[in-house]
């Protein structure tokens, strides 16, 4: 019972880690010198005034 969990966390990992390589080459990421990742846009975020 041991194997198929570690093996679904494994693939759960390589794929977080795929989607990480690939979201700072959004054609979102091309368009501005900011790189959205995880639905957070530092060029939006830093227009906050605080």
């Not at 969990?5 to 368009?31: E, H």
Request: proline residues 8%.
């Amino acid at each position: 019972m041991g194997k198929p969990i570690a093996l679904f966390f494994a693939c759960a990992a390589l794929i977080i880690l795929a989607g990480s390589f690939m979201a700072p080459k959004t054609d979102a990421a091309t368009k501005s010198g900011c790189a959205p990742a995880y639905g957070v846009d530092p060029c939006s975020t830093a227009s906050i005034q605080h």
